[in-house]
């Protein structure tokens, strides 16, 4: 798991529109959330990151970007978005190279629920 203090890791991961993101790169200047969920489309995971997009507005009036990210592939994080309205992007970490690197992937090998703030990478 990071330490308070340390950077965002230095990993590329396809978003929802299999677009493929430097994580670093993106989160390199003010605030960022990075909200992590077992699985899309899923009762406690739809509880989750439906806060997050109740929420957009005064996080991003805040200086918060919102990211969200699990193993799922990235066309079942764009149904799922498209589906609920999320306005912010997920990444697909199906590989585990940021859940490893940031230390969400549980003992059972899914996701955990966790929540990281950066600011400023």
Same mark, same amino acid.
């Given at each position: ?18 677009? #493929? ?10 605030? $960022? ?31 918060? $970007? ?29 590989? #585990? ?25």
């Amino acid at each position: 798991m990071l330490e308070i203090g340390q950077p965002v890791p230095d990993v590329t991961l396809p978003n929802d529109h299999g677009k #493929q993101v430097q994580v670093k790169e993106a989160f390199a200047k003010g605030g $960022h959330i990075l909200f992590t969920y077992p699985k899309a489309d899923t009762p406690g995971c739809n509880k989750q990151s439906c806060g997050f997009r109740d929420s957009y507005e005064k996080l991003q009036k805040l200086g918060y $970007h919102v990211w969200g990210a699990s193993f799922d592939p990235p066309n079942a994080q764009a149904a799922w978005k498209a589906k609920n309205n999320f306005q912010y992007t997920l990444f697909s970490d199906e590989d #585990q190279k940021l859940g490893q690197a940031v230390g969400f992937v549980g003992d059972s090998g899914m996701a955990r629920r966790c929540h990281f703030i950066f600011r400023d990478g």
